[in-house]
């Protein structure tokens, strides 16, 4: 499995890090590249991804404050100096077949960020197979 080594790391942290504020979330934690930047320099940090797997990767540090979750539903309790978003995937995603996000593995359309068995989030095998010409066109046109 390959490491997932995200662009601009240290651009966008050091960005991240003027603030004032010694107070930072990063909402997309994956492999926590860009959080063990921006730890050195925290106070304290919220960490969360949608991605089940990620709780086991979080390590044990009294400033990190983790909570499994979407970006779009994460609460801070007070105010922030900033916040780090890294859209997209994950090498790993790639790698493992059964995450339905290769190119190069045969295996099933799936790429659902959260797949643990609680997870609302539907397939896009269902959704190719089930959704109308229209509705396709919608989420393309407006969501991507
Ligand atoms: C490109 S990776 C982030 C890599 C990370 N910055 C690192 O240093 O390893 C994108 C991450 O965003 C997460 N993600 C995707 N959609 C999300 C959403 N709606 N809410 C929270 N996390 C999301 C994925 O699970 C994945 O871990």
Redesign the pocket.
């Known amino acids: 499995m390959s490491l ?1 080594i ?1 662009v601009l ?1 240290a651009q966008v942290t050091a960005h991240l890090l003027r603030s004032p504020i010694p107070i930072f979330a ?10 063990k930047l921006i730890l050195p320099h925290a106070q304290k940090l919220y960490a ?4 089940p797997r ?1 709780s086991t990767r979080i390590p044990q540090n009294p400033k990190i404050h983790y909570q499994h ?4 539903a994460v609460k801070f309790p007070e105010k922030i100096g900033g916040a ?1 978003m ?5 090498s790993d ?1 790639v790698d493992e077949a059964g995450r339905g996000f290769s190119y190069n593995k045969d295996a099933e359309l799936d790429m659902r ?1 959260d797949d643990s068995k609680e997870s609302k989030q539907i397939t896009a095998k269902e959704i190719c197979n089930t959704w109308t010409e229209d509705q396709l066109t919608y989420i393309i046109h407006h969501v991507s």
């Open positions: 997932h995200p790391s990063d909402v997309t934690f994956g492999h926590g590249m860009h959080s969360s991804d949608t991605d990620v979750a979407r970006f779009s780090i890294d859209l997209g995937i994950a995603m960020f």
